[in-house]
């Protein structure tokens, strides 16, 4: 059981590294090995619920339009037969598209993930694959349209930053760089396609999670404010990183600590 000094601790920790391309799992993984703190995969998430409602406040007015558009498209469908494709609506179909290698990777992997989550070692390598991803951004590549391929590859590098120490927003913001997305969109996909996979593992995980925050209650919710009052503030500075074309220079953080904590892995 986790104290609720230890709870917050892992809310901020949670709220900066889930939206900078640092991986928060990795540095939950981290700071529970090397500081001996007991948080359980439901406390984790629990963290990501908490993940979940800062991008739905953030891009509320997207997600507004989206499901205002759908909404027609529905009713249009029903009178017409036919749908008009909207912007919102070919967005939609990508969001779903990219969760499919997601969904399909977290459902049959479900198990071998959560048993990495307390391995130190495999968090090292995670960090220093995504200082990689992070690499590959860097290089200038032609511009290319966000189409139903490269949702697929962004929703690949999702279901793979399932591993501790491969930071999420890295892996899909990097990955939509180096094919060549524009900067903005790329972030703003990479974060609406994180909706439904947090969606999907609360689901997987949500009878677990609300048993042990009843059980744990003030530690729990303190820890959940926490993530999502410093993960707003956080998502924002991320934005305004891409905007400005600095994102691989996070490289210089998750390689070293990456480096030093396979070095810790062999000694702890």
């Not at 989206?66 to 912007?87: E, F």
Request: glycine share 10%; net charge positive.
């Amino acid at each position: 059981m986790i104290t609720n000094i230890e709870a917050i601790l892992l809310g901020i920790i949670q709220g900066i590294t889930e939206w900078l391309p640092v991986s928060s799992s990795g540095h939950l993984v981290i700071i529970q090995q090397v500081f001996g703190i007991a948080a359980d995969i439901e406390f984790d998430a629990l963290l990501h619920f908490g993940t979940l409602l800062v991008v739905i406040a953030y891009f509320r007015s997207d997600l507004k339009s989206i499901i205002v558009d759908l909404i027609k498209a529905s009713k249009s469908l029903r009178k017409t037969g036919r749908i008009k494709h909207t912007k919102n609506i070919k967005l939609a179909y990508l969001i779903a598209l990219a969760s499919i290698p997601t969904g399909i990777i977290g459902v049959f992997f479900k198990d071998v993930f959560e048993a990495m989550f307390t391995d130190l070692y495999i968090a090292s390598l995670g960090l220093i694959v995504t200082g990689l991803f992070l690499i590959a951004s860097k290089t200038p590549k032609e511009p290319s349209r966000l189409d139903w391929g490269a949702a697929l590859i962004i929703g690949l590098a999702q279901g793979v930053a399932i591993v501790p120490g491969i930071s999420r927003s890295g892996a899909t913001i990097a990955t939509a760089l180096f094919l060549g997305v524009d900067r903005k969109e790329a972030a703003r996909f990479s974060f609406l396609i994180l909706i439904p996979a947090a969606v999907g593992g609360i689901i997987l995980e949500g009878g677990r999670v609300i048993t042990d925050t009843l059980q744990n209650t003030i530690p729990h919710l303190a820890g959940l404010a926490t993530s999502i009052i410093v993960g707003y503030a956080s998502l924002g500075y991320l934005m305004k990183i891409v905007r400005e074309g600095k994102f691989h220079y996070f490289t210089y953080y998750v390689i070293p600590l990456g480096v030093l904590t396979l070095f810790l892995s062999q000694i702890i």
